[in-house]
């Protein structure tokens, strides 16, 4: 009970005695269902962790860095679909929410963030620790308040959460004056709004849809983050027709991967059949995305011939990037389940033949590194298991090399790419489902950007978060872009010499550690790291120059894809698979700035 | 490919009057890189509710997504894409003009013929305000220019749709015909009710 323990009087009953702006914000949440909230104190929002010690029902979390309390509740948020609530003090600490904020923003994740902050009469003299938070997010929240009067505070709690989760979910954040939050509440405290209903599509856009796909012969269905709710009903609509399915990297579990139907994720490092799948269809359904560059490719080459069905409930969303021919507004589900009806079978076969064939395209990683390791990881997960990433070369591996069947079992910072996001939202999602083993892979780079949150795993007792640390001395993505795209200068990537001995990094918090440098090593690791009781941190050292294929160079046409690593191409043929593994990188930053 | 065409584009935006809620809708035209030729504020009849009369130049779909993108504000209550119906716009401008001797009578009978009002008579100028809708204050202001215009101040567009075709729902106009305001309102008032309750702690 993390927070409340040690603090309670002892032989005296806690009295929630006088209602105040502070304890009825607690009692608001507390209504509302909230059981955890993840945060960090600090002067200006006292009052509010003065009076959750008189609401035990509340699970506070503390983290090591308000971003991981960001982090974690988007964790939790993006496991359950339920929403996540993180608290921060006022200025720096309302600063270090920005990071997740925008991250929640760009992955619709339904968030509540509650700053405190100075006094009403201070707010705008630059007083100490004072920011304008609100300002500040303005653009990366769906909408943010300033409470002015005690008496709008847990109206404007439900109103937030309600707005979080309305429609295309998103973050809302609070700013509670320190004065307000210690005012004297005489109202009532409310209880949740109904959830809006979401709007059904029109009968008239169904149809159109329907005979678009029945004049279709290649036809293709592209699910996104937008369609995680509705995985259930997009199966059954994908079965009806025989349409093979393209998810996201968002959208990873909207579909089960083991579907002969399954054709992958879409873009930048997308899979062979599905970039070709989309190259080639003539009919392109897209449902619950909002056709993201890393998706795309260059706008003009992207599904060339096809026609575009866009089923999103945010209209904003429908022929912003690219031109739709039928606009399905509304909800997912009910599309799925209108369009399965009438639904024609098997009339496809060659397209789906032709797929086929690409699919089985995808090279599986046979030889040591990074694919091979994180391969080697998924491949012991189970449907149940949660898998996050930060990001990065793994994070691409991870996402072409998981198989998920099912929605919600895979988080990652898809909008922003945040650094860091992995370990802390692994965390929120274990804390979340803590019957359920919560994975994480991150690189060397990113674990350092939140590793301080191995503390938290500790305080709380957290068992069943296992840390995956891919460790190949590099900011491996920016490495490979630099391979190829800047002449080879690895300028300010090099980790090698000054990473940390993760084990030991990782012992310092008592969390147990593996580790594995050769694919002789890996299963023992692997299995022993799985197997220890506890939450436990492998590390897989890795060949340093490994690159991530498919890849579909920025500003080229998804058909203009890499299909496979040249550089292994050339390494097989001049049979040097067997280089010795801690070389040093080919040019380090040092070189480059002497020369 | 043709460059779609770009042209000056009408709407109204009914926001709830709260803080912010200025910013929130420029910033919104801002990022993404939307040009504001003219924005006028006002309070409308309805407590809580300001009306807003935005000039966005560029083609078709750069106004529909920025009606779809301030669709989502939750600050927002209604949106009227003047492009779709009919409608009245007026623009208010003061013109200083500078005069001689042997101008003035000549500038007084411009100003005349424009139904233009002289609100400051100085020696050397005269300031006018004159009501309209563009073309007309263009025209204003091209007659006056040879004589040498001192300073001009335009207020930016402001537009209603005509006829009884209400942009506002019946209850604050009292019997029209719409309601669409009718829900996002009803919030409103309730918090204001609340509000109004609530003895003012410091
Ligand atoms: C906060 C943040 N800073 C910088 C970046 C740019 N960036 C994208 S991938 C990457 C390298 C990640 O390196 P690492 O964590 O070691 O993972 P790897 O790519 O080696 O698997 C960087 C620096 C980012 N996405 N996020």
């Known amino acids: ?595 | 490919m043709t460059e779609p065409i770009s042209y000056d584009q009408l709407l109204s935006i009914l926001v709830r009057d709260e803080p912010r809620v200025l910013t929130r809708i420029t910033a919104l035209f801002g990022r993404r890189g939307y040009n504001i030729k003219s924005l006028s504020v006002g309070n409308t009849e309805h407590p809580g509710v300001s009306r807003m009369t935005i000039v966005v130049h560029g083609d078709r779909g750069v106004v529909e997504q920025a009606i779809r993108q301030l669709e989502k504000l939750h600050d927002v209550v209604k949106i009227i894409d003047h492009s779709l119906e009919k409608y009245v716009d007026r623009e208010l401008v003061l013109v200083k003009v500078a005069i001689t001797p042997e101008s003035r009578v000549e500038v007084r009978q411009i100003a005349e013929d424009f139904r233009s009002r002289i609100v400051d008579v100085g020696r050397h100028a005269l300031t006018f305000e004159v009501t309209g809708d563009e073309g007309k204050l263009t025209a204003f202001i091209e007659q006056m220019r040879p004589f040498g215009i001192l300073e001009t101040m335009r207020t930016g567009r402001i537009a209603l749709t005509r006829g009884s075709n209400a942009d506002i729902a019946s209850h604050i106009y009292h019997g029209g015909e719409s309601d669409t305001l009718r829900p996002a309102l009803e919030g409103l008032e309730a918090r204001e009710e609340r509000a109004r309750g609530v003895p003012n702690l410091f």
């Not at chain 1, 496991?79 to 929410?97: K, Q, R, Y």
């Not at chain 1, 025989?242 to 579907?259: E, H, N, Q, Y």
């Not at chain 1, 997960?381 to 930060?390: E, F, M």
């Not at chain 1, 993505?477 to 200068?489: P, Y």
């Open chain 1, 1 to 595: 009970m993390g927070q409340a323990d040690g603090q309670e009087p002892s032989g005296q009953e806690l009295s929630r005695g006088e209602m105040t702006g502070a304890k009825a914000l607690w009692a608001t949440l507390a209504n509302h269902g909230i059981t955890t909230v993840f945060g960090y104190p600090g002067g200006a929002i006292m009052p509010v962790y003065d009076a959750l010690t008189f609401y035990p029902e509340v699970r506070h979390v503390l983290t090591r860095h308000e971003q991981g309390a960001a982090h974690a509740a988007e964790g939790w948020a993006k496991a359950t679909g339920e929403i996540g609530v993180c608290l921060a003090t006022s200025g720096p600490g309302a600063t270090n929410l920005v990071t997740g904020l925008a991250d929640a923003m760009m992955d619709s994740v339904p968030l509540l963030a509650i700053t405190g902050n100075v006094a009403r009469h201070l707010m705008g003299t630059d007083a100490f620790q004072e920011a304008d938070i609100t300002g500040i997010t303005l653009p990366i929240t769906k909408h943010n308040y300033v409470v002015r009067d005690v008496e709008e505070l847990p109206q404007i709690i439900a109103e937030a959460i309600r707005i979080a989760r309305a429609g295309r979910p998103g973050p809302v954040l609070v700013d509670i004056p320190k004065d307000v939050q210690l005012a004297a509440y005489a109202g009532a405290i409310p209880s949740p709004h109904a959830r809006p209903e979401i709007p059904a599509p029109s009968d008239e856009s169904i149809e159109r849809a329907l005979e678009l796909l029945r004049s279709a012969k290649k036809p293709v269905i592209m699910a996104g983050g937008g369609s995680l709710d509705a995985a259930a009903e997009i199966t059954a609509l994908a079965r009806a027709w025989d349409i093979p399915v393209i998810t996201t990297l968002m959208g990873l579990g909207a579909f089960p991967a083991s579907d002969p139907l399954w054709l992958g994720m879409p873009g930048m490092h997308g899979s062979v059949a599905a970039n070709r799948a989309i190259s080639e269809a003539d009919v392109l359904m897209g449902i619950g995305l909002r056709f993201d560059d890393r998706v795309t490719g260059r706008v003009g080459g992207f599904a060339p011939n096809a026609s575009i069905i866009h089923i999103e409930l945010d209209a904003a969303e429908i022929g912003k990037i690219i031109r739709t021919h039928v606009p399905v507004r509304g909800d997912a589900k009910v599309a799925a389940v209108k369009l399965t009806e009438g639904a024609l079978k098997g009339v496809w076969p060659d397209w789906t033949a032709q797929l086929q064939e690409w699919k089985d395209r995808n090279e599986t990683p046979d030889h040591w590194g990074a694919g091979y390791a994180v391969k080697a990881v998924v491949d012991r997960l189970t449907p149940d298991d949660i898998l996050s990433s930060d990001v990065g070369q793994h994070q691409m591996l991870a996402a072409q090399l998981a198989r998920f069947e099912k929605p919600r079992r895979w988080l990652n910072s898809g909008g922003l790419g945040t650094m860091g996001f992995g370990f802390p939202a692994a965390i929120g999602a274990g804390m979340a489902e803590p019957g359920v083993r919560s994975v994480v892979i991150a690189g060397d780079g990113g674990f350092q950007m939140t590793a301080q949150e191995l503390a938290t795993l500790k305080m709380y007792d957290i068992r069943n978060v296992k840390i995956c640390i891919i460790n190949n001395s590099f900011l491996g993505m920016v490495r490979q872009w630099q391979e190829m795209f800047h002449g080879k200068r690895y300028s300010e990537v090099w980790l090698g010499d000054s990473n940390p001995d993760f084990l030991k990094l990782a012992d310092a918090y008592d969390v147990p550690g593996y580790r594995a440098s050769s694919a002789e090593e890996l299963p023992g690791a692997i299995d022993a790291w799985l197997a220890d009781p506890k939450s436990a941190l492998l590390e897989v050292v890795v060949p340093h120059e490994h690159g991530v294929f498919p890849m579909v160079p920025a500003g080229a046409a998804l058909y203009e894809m890499i299909e496979s690593d040249p550089r292994r191409a050339a390494e097989l043929k001049a049979q040097l698979a067997d280089a010795p593994m801690n070389e040093a990188p080919t040019s380090t930053a040092a070189e480059v700035n002497d020369a």
